[in-house]
């Protein structure tokens, strides 16, 4: 696709539920980030995957997170029984291999757990 | 670990002044340095980037960004603000030498530019 694209846009789900988000990078980039934003916020690093290595899990707040990404291509972010202080919006990356290239940003999903 | 500052959390500038975003930064080895801006309900959007060579570097809507390794700064400037340039500004790291390719931002600074 021409950019990378984030479903759903939008996610209200019920405090306990599991939601998965999804990320579909700009084709060929190998690099893909995931970040969550609070309401107006900075960014907050979760999980960085790069080609075939394992992935860079450092910024993941609890073991109720975890990533997958599937054939170097899609991503799916999973959130266990979610809590109320998930609510953010959870905003996923691509860039092409090189540490000079930029990232490209997805509109991000807007997950408010109520 | 690489990390990123943005001391300000809001700037105020009047529309045709001269505005400045500030940025220091942490890495153990040599930067790449970039700076993104969000529009409300919009997704971040790429301005510039220092690599290598110039200090200098010119972006996007007329942005530039001055890249200080002694100061570990890349404070992002533009000559003559426009009311159409109040967002929310990022600048982020990665650091070059360690092969860590994470993509770290700072905090964000809001700019709000007056008529």
């Known amino acids: 696709g021409a950019g990378v694209s984030q479903s759903p846009s939008n996610k209200v789900t019920e405090k306990g539920k599991d939601v998965e988000l999804r990320c579909d990078p700009i084709?060929?980039?190998?690099?893909l980030y995931w970040y969550r934003q609070s309401l107006g916020q900075g960014l907050e690093f979760l999980i960085y995957?790069?080609?075939?290595?394992?992935?860079?899990k450092s910024g993941l707040p609890s073991d109720r997170f975890s990533a997958e990404r599937t054939g170097g291509s899609v991503s799916t972010l999973t959130i266990q029984r979610t809590q109320q202080e998930d609510s953010a919006v959870y905003l996923c990356?691509?860039?092409?291999?090189?540490?000079?290239?930029?990232?490209?940003f997805g509109q991000g999903t807007r997950l408010t757990v109520v | 670990a690489q990390s990123v500052a943005q001391p300000e959390d809001q700037v105020n500038v009047a529309e045709g002044n001269p505005l400045t975003v500030k940025c220091t930064y942490s890495?153990?080895?040599?930067?790449?340095l970039f700076w993104y801006v969000q529009y409300p309900n919009r997704g971040l959007q790429f301005l510039l980037k220092?690599?290598?060579?110039?200090?200098l570097v010119k972006g996007s809507y007329g942005f530039e960004a001055e890249f200080n390794k002694s100061q570990t700064s890349f404070h992002l400037k533009k000559p003559s603000a426009l009311v159409s340039d109040s967002a929310l500004y990022f600048c982020?790291?990665?650091?070059?030498?360690?092969?860590?390719?994470?993509?770290?931002f700072g905090t964000g600074t809001r700019l709000l530019v007056s008529p």
């Open positions: 990356a691509s860039s092409l291999a090189y540490g000079n290239t930029e990232a490209f």
């Open positions: 084709s060929g980039h190998t690099a």
């Open positions: 995957f790069q080609g075939n290595s394992a992935p860079d």
């Open positions: 890495v153990s080895g040599n930067p790449y």
């Open positions: 220092y690599i290598t060579g110039d200090n």
């Open positions: 982020a790291v990665r650091d070059k030498d360690t092969g860590f390719q994470k993509l770290v």
